[in-house]
């Protein structure tokens, strides 16, 4: 047998005993394609678990993902800029952008299912701090990035300019203003 086999059955006793204690805490666990999933007020937080070297502590990674409604139409510095500010007002979760949604991550290790227990308690209340953030601020966000036309340059503008053409103060700057033919034609 080798030692990944070992490793992977004493994980597996790990999450099956976590899980129990879970459940006696009122979390519901289950998991989804080897991902270990902690369901707390209906919000499906992933858990990342691997064994430090030597015996006795694991690494353990509490992450929620999010994601806010028109993220389509704000500029991505916007995004990033608002992930950014959570990140250095918050001492314990590392936020992300991830193209579509946030990701909210506490990074932390642990020897025993209690602690695991303590440990998943202190993160999705960090985590809660950092959405209410990010919520706090993102409408914000969305108005000053929020994502402009883009109109084309050059000789090809005329076309899409027909309906700023229309307008009388555009059509008196014109005639005002002689262009460099004009003047040539003398």
Not at 76 to 90: D, I, P, Q
Request: aromatic share 12%.
């Amino acid at each position: 047998m080798n030692k990944n086999n070992m490793n992977m059955k004493r994980q597996q006793r790990f999450i099956k005993v976590v899980s129990r204690r879970m459940a006696k805490a009122g979390f519901e666990c289950k998991m989804v394609d080897n991902h270990f999933i902690v369901i707390m007020d209906g919000k499906p937080f992933e858990v990342e678990m691997w064994d430090t070297p030597g015996w006795g502590r694991r690494r353990v990674h509490f992450n929620l993902s999010f994601a806010f409604d028109e993220m389509d139409k704000v500029m991505l510095e916007g995004l990033v800029w608002l992930t950014s500010e959570c990140n250095n007002h918050s001492d314990y979760t590392v936020t992300r952008y991830m193209r579509d949604h946030f990701t909210c991550c506490v990074e932390t290790t642990v020897r025993s299912s209690k602690e695991f227990v303590r440990e998943f308690a202190f993160a999705s209340k960090q985590i809660g701090f950092t959405y209410q953030n990010l919520a706090a601020n993102y409408g914000k966000i969305k108005e000053q990035f929020r994502e402009q036309p883009v109109r084309p340059i050059g000789f090809l503008a005329d076309r899409y300019m027909a309906e700023e053409e229309k307008n009388e103060v555009c059509k008196l700057v014109a005639q005002t203003y002689t262009t460099f033919a004009d003047e040539n034609k003398k």
